[in-house]
């Protein structure tokens, strides 16, 4: 049986590579500048920061003095957020070692741009820059607000709490859009679009909420040090490794820059999704960074891919991309790439057709290596990566019809109308429709696979199709033939 067309072109990967890993590498005379640092600069540093933490907790807590999510801070407690927190934080990162903080453009007032959208989002000083540098309500992750003192410093500027885990974000926006109804009233509200933290080496892909009022907003850039240590990635660095290794710096640098308020377009403001392309291609290319489509989903399915001993950056898919492409969510890729983690024995991140097959057991074994070539779409490789499995699933998935139907029309053929499949049944309808191939002893694995010996009732074929989707396009291949699709 010849071999059919592949399901789709799979784009490249970003050249940027994975953005939520560093690797850093220091030469001898760095190591040396970093053992001097400690000795010299890091008591200084811990101690002029325990003091300026506490007349910093001091302020916030006044400011924060009898708010609730949604309310309104007292003017003398504008006062104190807009007037006196700034200058300390400011004296805070000088004695850290950002000496000089160059700015560039002009800050729009909220009449002007009432969201401030900031990228990229990579370092673990931002939470003592955003305040100087912005002057606004953060939109932030609901954790944060029991984080014992940066929990405290976000909740005394009138933040907009987000909860990641909950189905419905439309409450989020619908705040963000009440808030800039009424700019008089609210400072402006400050968002990282990112939506998570990398190594600042690209410009990851970006939500849409900022976008989604179809309102102007300011794009301000924040730059720091060529090499940066400061890049709070997900894997292989604590926070409190990161800031000693800031504190023991002799110079730290960073500079923020305020581009033209961006006013969207007709289109632009119809269309989130291109409002929010075109502000993070603006931004990318004045930081002169690549763009990459990775997002907070990728970090997800990375996290279950290393629970599970697989490489983790095998699950680096570029979930925006994908999310344009199949329109598919964080909770169908889980499931996927549960399934990607049981196919693969082996653990090495990619899928051999012996494993694919295995788990499948599909009588027809030519059908089940057609579906394989499907979703291996790297010529000659014989690895399935999971990124592959992931498009050649979605597509396909999209392109059999009516499935609940494909799944009792395939069940009444291989147990000719009768309560369970048998293996007398199965053969004699593999055979009926041509697949001479099928043998006995194939139809006998089949069955014991999908069974766990036990009858392979309706109910329990059924459940065998959830928990193998692909067997949905082989169905489908039983019953019309493989050109059908």
Known sequence: MARRGRVRILPDLATSGNPFVLDLQFSALERAKLIVGGLVLLPIRVLLSVLFASVLYVLVTLTAIGWKHGGHLKNWQ???LTTVIPPVLRCWTFVLGYYAIPVLGTRASASEAP??????????MEPWLLNPYSRGSPLS?????????????????EPIWVDREAKQRSNTVERIVQRVASPGFWLPIVIFPEGTTHNGE??????????????????????????????????????VGILLLVMMQWRNTFSVQYLPVYTPSDAEKHDAQLYAANVRRLMAAELRKPVNDCGLEDLRLMEIAEGAGLPKECALI?????????????AALKTVMRRFVRMNT??????SWSEFAASLCWPNAEHAQLLYDEYDTRSGCGELAFREYVVGTLDLAGRVADADNLVVTAFAALSARQRCITEESALRAFHERGHMCVTDAAVRVFLRRATREQELTE?????????????????????DGVDSL
């Open 318 to 330: 570029e979930f925006n991309l994908m999310n344009r492409l199949f329109q598919v969510d964080l």
């Open 115 to 124: 969201i401030y959208v900031v990228a990229p989002h990579s370092h673990v």
């Open 141 to 157: 992750k609901k954790e944060n607000e029991h984080f014992p003192f940066m929990g405290r410093v976000i909740k005394s500027s």
């Open 459 to 479: 109910l329990r074929f059924v459940a065998y199709v959830e928990e193998n989707p692909d067997a949905k396009v082989l169905l489908k291949w039983f019953l």
């Open 202 to 239: 690209c410009v990851i892909g970006f939500k849409t909420g900022a976008f989604r009022p179809g309102l102007p907003v300011q794009p301000i850039l924040f730059r720091f040090g060529e090499r940066d240590v400061g890049a709070y990635v997900a894997f292989d660095r604590s926070l």
């Open 346 to 351: 082996r653990k090495t991140g990619s899928v």
């Open 78 to 80: 504008k006062v104190l």
